[in-house]
């Protein structure tokens, strides 16, 4: 049964950091380009990073260049995300994803359940 879990949620103030984590399970992940998506309250979910399955390449959205780190640590089965200098627009829902397409052209993509972030005085 495939399983994303995120952890490491929380409410931070304005200028801290935390790490979320996202432990796959069920699938060989190692083939999978991760990404992390966040979804404020009436927002659509964006996609803020992605990392591709050899780790070779990392994009980030506009708004966390400079301030977010996208790894993964294939061994483990984990995709992180490093979030520094927090602004309270960084609020919301964060969901680790995962995704390939095969030869085929099929299709694979998986969410986790979410974890939220807070950051507010």
């Known amino acids: 049964q495939v399983h994303l879990v995120e952890s490491g949620g929380g409410l931070v103030q304005p200028g801290g950091s935390l790490r979320l984590s996202c432990s796959a399970s069920?699938?060989?992940?190692?083939?999978?380009?991760m990404s992390w998506y966040r979804q404020a309250p009436g927002k659509e979910r964006e996609l803020v990073a992605t990392?591709?399955?050899?780790?070779?390449?990392?994009n980030y959205t506009d708004s966390v260049k400079g301030r977010f780190t996208i790894s993964r640590d294939n061994a483990e089965n984990t995709v992180y995300l490093q979030m520094n200098s927090l602004k309270p627009e960084d609020t919301a829902v964060y969901y680790c994803?995962?995704?390939?397409?095969?030869?085929?052209?099929?299709?694979?993509?998986?969410w986790g359940q979410g974890t939220q972030v807070t950051v507010s005085s």
């Open positions: 994803n995962a995704y390939r397409a095969d030869y085929y052209g099929n299709r694979y993509r998986y």
């Open positions: 069920g699938f060989t992940s190692t083939s999978y380009t």
């Open positions: 990392i591709t399955s050899a780790g070779g390449s990392t």
